[in-house]
């Protein structure tokens, strides 16, 4: 039987979405992306459900971002619909009235770094990992790190980030404030159910006009700059950079671009 990719699981009136692909780090490609989607519109549909929690199955990550073995040949056409696709279902996540919380147990690279940043909030465990590292791909984030990021980092420190493809622990990522709060592995999840337990027993429509609200105060343009960004990241699959990148990883080298 094959196994789900996608787990739901209920607890009254909070919902978890289970990234279940632990051999991979829970890596997302186009089937898990409209999974994701498919499991996300259920939940937001259903009335009883109050808070949705994001997790990574397994401790070792979160989701290590798309699947680098998916998009290596990707065409730009092919990269732009990607890119578009990831876009669609994270905005439905940030602009869905039911708060959402990102339970980081492990490394959120890449896509997975930007799942957590498309939630309200965030809580890793002390062994959590954040990257963007895109750039030794020689490309960009492509599922809304450019404008998001720095929103939620500020700008000097996203360009560190993206720019560079440093990654940081737990610690500095709360520091900066990219997570809410930081505990130790083995009480994540009940921290984190603590926390959408306050989220779930309050007023639904106070909450949700605040979402939609602060979301507003730091959106301006979003849409257009997302765009932006969807174009970026395509136009870059047709460089040598991108070609030199994936076969560096694939070959677990160092690599070399030419800057063509």
Same mark, same amino acid.
Not at 52 to 77: H, K, N, P, Q, Y
Not at 223 to 246: P, R
């Given at each position: +039987?094959? &196994? ?32 994701? &989607? ?18 990574? !199955? ?45 339970? !980081? ?26 990257? &963007? ?45 990219? !997570?809410?709060?930081? !505990? ?10 603590? +926390? ?65």
């Amino acid at each position: +039987m094959e &196994q789900k990719s996608i787990l739901i699981r209920k607890e009254k009136n909070i919902a978890w979405i289970l990234l279940n692909k632990p051999e991979k780090s829970n890596s997302l490609d186009d089937k898990m992306l409209d999974l994701l &989607q498919t499991s996300f519109e259920e939940l937001s549909s259903d009335e009883q459900i109050h808070c949705i929690l994001f997790r990574g !199955v397994g401790d070792r990550a979160f989701s290590s971002g798309a699947d680098i073995s998916a998009i290596a040949t990707l065409s730009t056409e092919g990269a732009k619909e990607f890119s578009e696709k990831g876009h669609r279902i994270f905005r439905r996540i940030m602009e869905s009235p039911k708060p959402t919380i990102a339970v !980081v147990n492990g490394y959120a690279l890449g896509g997975g770094c930007e799942l957590a940043l498309a939630c309200d909030l965030r809580i890793a465990s002390d062994k959590a990992r954040f990257s &963007q590292p895109e750039i030794n791909l020689g490309i960009i984030p492509g599922w809304g790190a450019t404008q998001l990021l720095p929103r939620v980092i500020g700008l000097a420190r996203a360009k560190e980030m993206i720019m560079t493809g440093k990654p940081i622990d737990a610690g500095e990522a709360h520091s900066i404030g990219l !997570v809410n709060k930081v !505990v130790p592995l083995e009480k994540l999840d009940e921290e984190a159910l603590r +926390m959408a337990e306050t989220l779930a027993i309050g007023p639904q429509k106070a909450i949700s006009e605040a979402k939609r609200l602060l979301n507003l105060s730091q959106q301006t343009n979003l849409k257009d700059d997302s765009e932006k960004e969807i174009d970026g990241f395509s136009a870059l699959f047709s460089t040598d950079d991108f070609t030199e990148g994936v076969a560096a990883f694939k070959e677990k080298r160092k690599p070399v671009f030419r800057g063509r």
